[in-house]
């Protein structure tokens, strides 16, 4: 008990094993599906799919199936159609998941990643620019699937690879000593390294000698100059305090900030591996690994002056890391618009004889995201940055609040949480490779499909069961109605809802499920009376409620959305 697809499946490769035939209980669950129209039935078997093991058409399979399971526990109804075989819970049924998910509070979580290990490469911002809204998707995004990870019993390692090596290090640290100070960069932080990077850009123009003293500025640093390392150090610890501030708000921590130049020393051998394994090939003085049979183009190793680029990183990186933490994946999240990179030298790492790059380096790309239908693009400087998205969400909901609930208490927390909240709902709730457009009507809307609706469907519940006061046995008895039975039997989705979107790298099937489970549950809330109903339907609608809300606030966790008891 009591996820009902893994029911029936034990159920149905134990009728096949009767007949000699070998299924195993897992790969009979996965035959079975939802149909799309709740007439016909919770669960469906469709029976072609077993047409070629039983040797026989699928409604002669459907009807002796049903014979089977017509006896079974929980089954109210199972009927052939089509081919098809219909299933029906009964209403004991939909009382066992409530009391199943009462007696197990982290409902949908699994011990089945067990010793396992995945590391998860996720926000990795560009040190000393802001966040910007571009990275929104990888730092949500990457954030959950961790919080799946977790739940589904694997040891995670969140990484932030953040972006702190490359030549314009050598344009910062020229532009800071000709035209910043320690105090300015005090003051105003990553804003001032971004006026002098700027600036450095703009006289560049105008005096192309600044870039040469740039790359010797960098030059400099590579070579491990004390003074120039404690500026390149000090850039980064101005950057971390802002991007620090961020992830508080959003609730999210990481277990290693190991950037790009923590790999700097790591990357010569991993060059001296491609050479030795004759993967380098001379294009127009560079270093590549042609990846011709692959249809793409060759990733580039080592550039013309000997320079090494960001493919050279990322698979240093991740040599080191398979060793460091023995991956069983290693996934990274970022935008589409990187899927080459990540395909190109995932290549070049099997070429190298890594088999476990096949399947064990998984990139999970997104698509771009505006707001209010306009597209963001920096060099039109149309660029919206992180904080200010969440910091106005915030206001919004703030002021909401005080126009609706003048008497709420930690008014300014409940503020954060829903502000944040409904734009992280927002960047999760469609299929992550779609672009997307954050419109702030729809993202605050407490009625709407949005983060707000989901969390004061949360509280709702919260406080319902606050008010109940004194509560009496439930009557075994008890005969839940429609309402009470849909609700029920969509929370019993939640466990296979949270290891699909495991699977497939796929936050949204959970949002999207809860936006369904809330729709539910208000639609229950509205047409039954509950604190002043009759006892024995009044501690049921009780009941039911609170595993409602297990399976929100679980929902929501897994978002890295926070719980609002009260809005
Ligand atoms: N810093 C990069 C960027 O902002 C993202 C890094 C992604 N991770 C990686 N291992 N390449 O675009």
Known sequence: MRDNKEYLGGLLSAFLSEKGLTLSPEEAAALFEKPADSKMGDLALPCFRLAKMLRAAPPVIAAGLAEKFKGAEGIKKAEAVNGYLNFF????????????????????SSDEGKGKVICLDFSSPNIAKRFHLGHLGTTVIGNSLRNIFR?????????NYLGDWGTQFGKLIYAYLHWSSKEAVEQKGIDELARIYVKFSEEAEKDDGLNQEARNAFHRLEEGDPEYLEIWKYFKEISLREYQKTYSLLGITFDSYNGESFYTDKMPAAVEEMREKNLLELDDGASVVRLDEEKMPPCLILKRDGSTLYPTRDIAAALWRKKEYNFDKCIYVTSAGQSLHFAQWF????????????????????????VNGEKLA?????VVLLDDLLAEAVRKCEKVIDEKHADLQDRHEVAEAVGVGAVVFNALANSRIKDSDFVWEEALSFEGNSGPYVQYTYARTSSLLRKAGDRCGLNEEYKPNEEETLLSNKLAEFPETVRRAMKDYEPSLISRYLLAVCALYNQFYHNCRILNAEEEAREYRL???????????NGLDL???RRTEEI
């Open 559 to 561: 978002l890295g959305i």
């Open 347 to 370: 290549k070049v790492l099997e070429k190298m004889g890594y088999a476990w790059a096949k399947d064990g380096l998984v990139h999970v790309p997104y698509g771009t995201m505006s």
């Open 89 to 108: 819970f009964d209403a004991a049924n939909s009382m066992a998941i409530v009391q199943y998910i009462l007696d197990h509070p982290s409902f949908g």
């Open 378 to 382: 920096s060099r039109t400087g149309n």
């Open 543 to 553: 009941r039911l409620s609170a595993a409602t809300r297990t399976v929100i606030g």
């Open 151 to 159: 739940f589904m019993g694997y040891e995670t390692v969140a990484i």
